[in-house]
C-alpha cells in the first residue's frame, strides 16, 4: 500500500506528447499571444529569408545574367569570385600555394586541439609550421616562384595573423602572468605589470598603427620590415596581455598549500611551476583563454585599416568589379559563412573541453 | 642629299651619346629587370579593382600597361601593385615603386617634393553633386537650405565649405564616414545631397534602385587634375609623357588598337601624321633612339593597350556601368572641346 503511494506521487501524471508540448505553449492566455506572436515572426523572417536565398535565388550553375532580373541572391557571383574572395590578388596559376598554406595552418590547429598531444613537441610543429607556410607563400626557393607580400591576400592572411598571433602571443602571455604573479623579482614584475595595463588600456587599432608607423622607425635603416610582419608584432604584443590576465586569473585559484607541498618536496621553482602550478592553473583558465582566442581570431580583420586585405578586404574588392557592384550581401555571407563555421568548431572544443574536465 | 643622309646618322651617334648619359637609374633598372613596378588603387571602381582573377583591370591600370608596352614592349610586364593605406606618394619617394597611376590629384605642394615627379594627366575629374530629380534642382545655387551628404574627413567637405561659403548659401553636413551607409541614406531621403568626386557619382548612381531617379549637377566645384607620377628620371618621364601623347596622336588620327595591324601593312599610303607616329625611321622611330626604347615603341603601345579613345570606353564609357559621357567635357580631345591636347610628333 505505502508503495504505491509513494509511486502516485513521485512519477509524474502520464500525459501524451501533444499534450505535453500544448501546455508549454499554450497553458494560459498570455503563453498563447507569446507563442503565436513568436511563430508569426519565426515564420515571416524565415519566408523573406528562404525567399532570397533560394526560391527566387539564382542557382549557382546559371548564367550570372540572370542576376540582373532576379530578387534573390545571385549565386553565380561567388562561382565566379571565390576563389578572389580566398586568395586576392595572388597569381592565379599559383593559387595552390596559399590553398595549401591554409590548410597546413588548419590542420596544424586540428593537431594541437588533441590534449593528448599538448605537450614540448609543439613548439617544434609551430616553428615547423611557421617555416612552410612561408615558404610557400613567399617562394624565392626550391623553384617556387617569388611572390611579393602585397600581392598575399584574403584567407591565409587572415590564419597566419590570428593563429600564428595567438601561437606566439601565448607564450609570452604565460611568461607576463608568471611574471606578474610572483614578488622574488620586484623590478620583472613592475615591468609586467607595466606591459599588460598598457596594452589593455589602449584600443587594438592604435597598437596596430604603432605597430605600422612606429616599430619600422625603431629599426636600424638597412632593416626593412614587411608590413605582415610588423602588424602580427603588434597582435602578439596586444594579445599577449589578454592571456596573461586569463592565465594569472587561473594562478590566484591554486591554493596556497599546493605551493608549500612543492617547496617541501624540494623541487625548484621551475619544477614547482610546471609540475604542480601551471597544469592545474590552466585547467581553471581555459574558458578565459578560449574566449580571448576566439575575440582576437574575429578583431583579426580590423588589420584592413591598415592596408592589410585579409578575406573581409578581398570580399569587398569582389564587389567592386563595375560588373558585379550588386551584390555585396552575397560576398559578406560567404564571409560570415565561413566566420561562423570557423568560431562554431572552436567554441564547441572549448565546451567539450570543459564538460571533459570537470 | 648628303646632308639628308649625315645628319641622321649624326643624330644617331649623338644619340647613342645622350642615352648613355641621360638614361637615369629608373629607366637602367626598369630594363634590366625586364619588369615595371606600378602602383594602383586597391578598390576603386571603373580605375582599378582585381577581376576574378585577381588581375587588376581599369583605366588607371591600362596606363601601367602603356607604360610597359612603351619601354618593355609587352604590356603584361607590368607589375601592377594594389597599394592601401601607405601612400603610394611615399613609396615612390622610398624608391619602392617605379611609377603610381593611382588618381592622385596633381597640386602644387606636392610637386614641390624633389623625391617624385608629376608626369602627365590622364583624367580631369572634380567635385561635384547629385540629387534625386524630384528635387526639382537644376544648379548647385539653388541647393539653399540642403542636407548634404559627405565623407567624414575628406577634401570633399573642405571644398563644399568653400564653395557654398563664397555664395553665402546655407547647408547643413550629413557626416557619414561608410560609404554604403552614406548611399543607403541619401537614396533613402535623408539627404538632399550626395557631394563626392563627379566619377564616384557616377558609379554611386547605379547602386540605387532607379538610377534615373538621381541626376548629377553640372556644376564642379574642384579641380582633381588626376595625375601620372614617378620616379624622377629623365628618360622614364620622357617615356611615360610621349607614351601617352602617342595614345592620344592615335586616337585623333583614327587608329585604334583593331585597325592598327592594317594601317602598318600599308604604312607608305598613310597620312603623313600617322608615318611619323608609327614609322620606325621616321619621328617615332628617332625618339626610340634617343630615349632608349624598342624601335617599335608606339606600335605596341596602340596594338596591346589602344588608343586613349579605347581605354576610356572600355572601362568608364557607354558599353560600362558608369557610362559617363566623354564629349563636352574636360576628358575630350582638345579638337572635340576638351583639354586632352595632343602633343604632335616629329
Redesign the interface.
Known amino acids: 500500500m505505502e508503495q504505491t503511494i509513494r509511486a502516485q506521487t513521485t512519477l509524474p501524471p502520464k500525459i501524451g506528447f501533444a499534450e505535453k508540448w500544448r501546455r508549454r505553449l499554450f497553458g494560459n492566455l498570455r503563453d498563447g499571444i507569446l507563442t503565436m506572436i513568436l511563430i508569426a515572426a519565426v515564420l515571416g523572417l524565415g519566408s523573406v529569408a528562404i525567399n532570397w536565398l533560394v526560391i527566387n535565388a539564382v542557382a549557382p550553375w546559371s548564367t550570372a545574367d540572370l542576376c540582373r532580373e532576379a530578387t534573390g541572391a545571385c549565386w553565380p557571383f561567388l562561382v565566379?569570385?571565390h576563389?578572389?574572395i580566398l586568395?586576392?590578388?595572388?597569381?592565379?596559376e599559383q593559387?595552390w600555394r596559399p590553398f595549401m598554406a591554409s590548410l597546413i595552418l588548419l590542420i596544424g590547429v586540428g593537431v594541437s586541439m588533441v590534449p593528448h598531444w599538448q605537450d614540448k613537441r609543439l613548439i617544434w610543429v609551430w616553428l615547423g609550421l611557421a617555416v612552410t607556410f612561408t615558404v610557400l607563400m613567399r617562394g624565392g626557393v626550391g623553384g617556387l616562384e617569388y611572390v611579393?607580400p602585397?600581392?598575399w591576400?584574403g584567407l591565409p592572411v587572415l590564419l597566419m595573423l590570428a593563429i600564428f598571433g595567438l601561437v606566439f602571443a601565448f607564450p609570452l602571455g604565460l611568461f607576463l602572468a608568471l611574471a606578474r604573479h610572483q614578488d622574488k623579482l620586484p623590478a620583472l614584475r613592475a615591468i609586467a605589470v607595466l606591459w599588460i595595463e598598457l596594452v589593455r588600456g589602449v584600443p587594438m587599432i592604435m597598437v596596430l598603427f604603432l605597430g605600422?608607423f612606429v616599430l619600422p622607425l625603431m629599426m636600424p635603416d638597412d632593416i626593412k620590415l614587411n608590413?605582415l610582419i610588423t602588424t602580427m608584432i603588434a597582435l602578439v604584443i596586444f594579445h599577449s596581455a589578454y592571456f596573461a590576465e586569463s592565465i594569472r586569473g587561473g594562478l590566484q585559484t591554486v591554493p596556497l598549500g599546493q605551493y608549500e607541498a612543492a617547496d617541501s618536496q624540494g623541487l625548484s621553482w621551475f619544477q614547482k611551476t610546471r609540475l604542480i602550478i601551471l597544469p592545474q592553473a590552466l585547467r581553471i583558465a581555459m574558458p578565459g583563454i578560449l574566449n580571448t582566442v576566439l575575440g582576437a581570431y574575429k578583431d583579426t580583420s580590423l588589420v584592413v585599416?591598415?592596408?592589410?586585405?585579409d578575406i573581409m578586404?578581398t570580399a569587398?574588392?569582389s564587389f567592386?568589379?563595375?560588373?558585379w557592384?550588386?551584390y555585396?550581401l552575397e560576398a559578406y555571407l560567404f564571409v560570415g559563412g565561413w566566420f561562423l563555421a570557423t568560431c562554431w568548431c572552436l567554441s564547441s572544443y572549448s565546451r567539450w573541453l570543459e564538460r571533459r574536465t570537470s | 642629299m648628303k646632308v639628308r643622309f649625315v645628319l641622321p646618322a649624326a643624330f644617331a651617334v649623338l644619340a647613342g651619346f645622350a642615352t648613355q648619359a641621360n638614361a637615369g637609374p629608373v629607366m637602367d633598372k626598369i630594363k634590366a629587370e625586364d619588369s615595371l613596378v606600378c602602383l594602383v588603387n586597391t578598390n576603386s571602381p571603373g580605375f582599378s579593382v582585381p577581376d576574378s582573377q585577381g588581375v587588376y583591370q581599369g583605366f588607371n591600370t591600362d596606363f601601367c600597361r602603356m607604360t610597359a608596352a612603351a619601354i618593355l614592349g609587352d604590356a603584361k610586364k607590368a607589375d601592377i601593385r594594389g597599394i592601401g593605406f601607405s601612400d603610394s606618394m611615399k613609396t615612390i619617394v622610398a624608391e619602392g615603386a617605379d611609377m603610381a597611376s593611382r588618381s592622385i590629384t596633381r597640386t602644387g605642394t606636392r610637386d614641390a617634393n624633389p623625391g617624385m615627379r608629376f608626369v602627365v594627366t590622364t583624367y580631369y575629374d572634380g567635385q561635384g553633386f547629385m540629387i534625386p530629380k524630384k528635387l526639382g534642382v537644376n544648379h548647385a545655387s539653388e541647393l539653399n537650405g540642403a542636407t548634404v551628404c559627405a565623407e567624414e574627413g575628406s577634401t570633399t567637405l573642405l571644398n563644399i565649405a568653400d564653395w557654398f561659403g563664397d555664395r553665402n548659401i546655407e547647408y547643413r553636413v550629413e557626416n557619414i564616414a561608410d560609404k554604403s551607409a552614406r548611399l543607403q541614406a541619401f537614396f533613402a531621403g535623408k539627404c538632399d545631397v550626395l557631394a563626392s568626386d563627379r566619377t564616384a557619382l557616377s558609379s554611386d548612381r547605379l547602386l540605387a534602385d532607379n538610377p534615373g531617379d538621381f541626376a548629377i549637377l553640372p556644376e564642379v566645384i574642384s579641380n582633381e587634375p588626376l595625375t601620372l607620377l614617378s620616379r624622377p628620371d629623365d628618360a622614364f618621364e620622357t617615356a611615360i609623357y610621349w607614351a601617352f601623347q602617342v595614345m592620344l596622336n592615335a586616337e585623333a588620327m583614327g587608329v585604334t588598337s583593331e585597325n592598327i595591324d592594317g594601317i602598318m601593312a600599308d604604312l607608305a599610303n598613310q597620312p603623313k601624321g600617322v608615318q611619323r607616329l608609327f614609322g620606325q625611321d621616321s619621328a617615332a622611330g628617332e625618339m626610340a633612339q634617343q630615349i632608349g626604347l624598342p624601335a617599335d615603341w608606339s606600335y605596341q603601345i596602340i596594338k596591346q593597350v589602344g588608343n586613349y579613345g579605347e581605354v576610356y570606353d572600355r572601362h568608364l564609357g557607354p558599353n560600362t556601368s558608369f557610362d559617363m559621357a566623354r564629349t563636352a567635357t574636360a576628358n575630350a580631345l582638345s579638337q572635340d572641346g576638351g583639354l586632352l591636347y595632343p602633343d604632335p610628333i616629329r
Not at chain 1, 87 to 92: A, L, Q
Not at chain 1, 305 to 309: R, V
Not at chain 1, 320 to 323: A, F, I, L, Y
Open positions: 565566379e569570385k576563389r578572389l586568395f586576392g590578388t595572388y597569381p592565379w593559387q611579393q602585397e600581392r591576400n605600422l608590413p585599416i591598415i592596408g592589410i586585405h578586404a569587398k574588392m567592386s568589379d563595375p560588373v557592384q550588386r555585396g
